[in-house]
């Protein structure tokens, strides 16, 4: 059964960092893509950042451009989201994604990926 688990979340003042990670288990993602995707109440969910297989290639929403960073660990079969700079509108529930097949470059809509996470709740006050 494949499983993705986030953790990390949590509740933290404006001007503060978070780190998320995302472990995968019951199959190896090495050879996919990788996405975080966030939902705000009453909000759709939206693409946050993506990596490509061998994390040599990332993107990001416009909003979070230098201030959070995706990366990944194969050999641990998980992905990260360092979050510098949160901002109260940084706060929803933050998912890891993965695609079910093996490609290149990034996925930025969520009808690309097949597994998710439960989710991890991130609260940001001011």
């Known amino acids: 059964q494949v499983q993705l688990v986030e953790s990390g979340g949590g509740l933290v003042q404006a001007g503060g960092s978070l780190r998320l990670s995302c472990a995968a288990s019951?199959?190896?993602?090495?050879?996919?893509?990788m996405g975080w995707f966030r939902q705000a109440p009453g909000k759709e969910r939206e693409f946050v950042a993506g990596?490509?297989?061998?994390?040599?290639?990332?993107h990001y929403r416009e909003s979070v451009k230098g201030r959070f960073t995706i990366s990944r660990d194969n050999a641990k079969n998980t992905v990260y989201l360092q979050m510098n700079s949160l901002k109260p509108e940084d706060t929803a529930v933050y998912y890891c994604?993965?695609?079910?097949?093996?490609?290149?470059?990034?996925?930025?809509?969520?009808?690309?990926?097949?597994?998710w996470g439960q989710g991890t709740q991130v609260t940001v006050s001011s």
């Open positions: 990596i490509s297989w061998s994390g040599g290639v990332t």
């Open positions: 019951g199959r190896t993602f090495s050879s996919c893509p």
């Open positions: 994604a993965a695609p079910h097949s093996s490609a290149d470059g990034i996925l930025l809509h969520r009808l690309g990926y097949d597994y």
